[in-house]
């Protein structure tokens, strides 16, 4: 089974900076996934990719599938932005959501 | 709205009682999750249905049941083996379980057993 690791585990931020979470796993996989995670406990698909960078507002993913590696990058951050971000990557076999696996999480606070 | 609802928000049950929570999408999706989440831990796949009326168990089945009887609808009970119940659970779905397929997730039900 994939070992999905995440750094940092815990992130607190001015409003502003430029934040970035880092995911590694071990196995190759078909796609990885970055989700956030809102106080409330919901959570929401912010990218599913298989190569390369994705880009969504501020929000940016890469993934380097070579090195089993992706990260995400915030730019201009803002209080709002206080969540978790988890990292989630499908396997090569299997599909949908039962070949996921999680990492922990990164608990990310944007101070005003 | 297309979407996941997840219903209660909270629920409080007493130990030994069996607990039902509810999951409906009106996504038109054939596959369907449930996942347990601890403080500290990875989410963690409970059972999964990938068509109506069939099912199958995920990593931690042990103490939970579910049912398949309409594409919109995986209930899931967490029975009185369950031997650590108190967690939040979160439902997803997807169109179909292929590798690159999007999952969607409700908001999550949190119970706690006292």
């Known amino acids: 089974k994939n070992e999905v690791e995440q750094s940092p585990q815990n992130l607190t931020a001015q409003e502003g900076e430029f934040i970035t979470i880092n995911c590694s796993y071990s196995v190759g996989i078909s796609a990885l996934h970055w989700l956030q995670q809102h106080p409330g406990g919901g959570i929401v698909s912010l990218f599913m990719?298989?190569?390369g960078k994705k880009k969504h507002g501020r929000l940016i993913a890469t993934i380097n599938i070579q090195e089993k590696h992706s990260s995400l990058h915030i730019t201009a951050s803002h209080p709002r932005d206080s969540a978790v971000y988890i990292c989630?990557?499908?396997?090569?076999?299997?599909?949908?959501?039962?070949?996921?696996?999680f990492g922990k999480g990164t608990h990310l606070i944007i101070q005003p | 709205d297309g979407g996941i609802t997840q219903s209660p928000k909270y629920l409080f049950r007493k130990e030994g009682q069996n607990v039902t929570l509810s999951c409906e999408q009106n996504?038109?999706?054939?596959?369907m999750y449930w996942y347990r989440q601890d403080p500290g831990q990875g989410l963690r796949l409970i059972y999964y249905?990938?068509?109506?009326?069939?099912?199958q168990k995920g990593d931690i089945a042990e103490g939970y049941s579910v049912s398949r009887e309409k594409k919109e609808s995986f209930p899931l009970t967490v029975t009185s083996a369950q031997k650590n119940p108190t967690a939040f659970y979160l439902c997803a779905s997807s169109m179909a379980a292929g590798p690159r397929t999007e999952a969607f997730f409700g908001q999550g039900t949190r119970l706690t057993v006292v």
């Open positions: 989630a990557v499908s396997q090569l076999s299997g599909g949908g959501a039962d070949g996921l696996t």
């Open positions: 249905s990938q068509i109506v009326n069939d099912f």
């Open positions: 996504l038109n999706h054939d596959a």
């Open positions: 990719l298989s190569s």
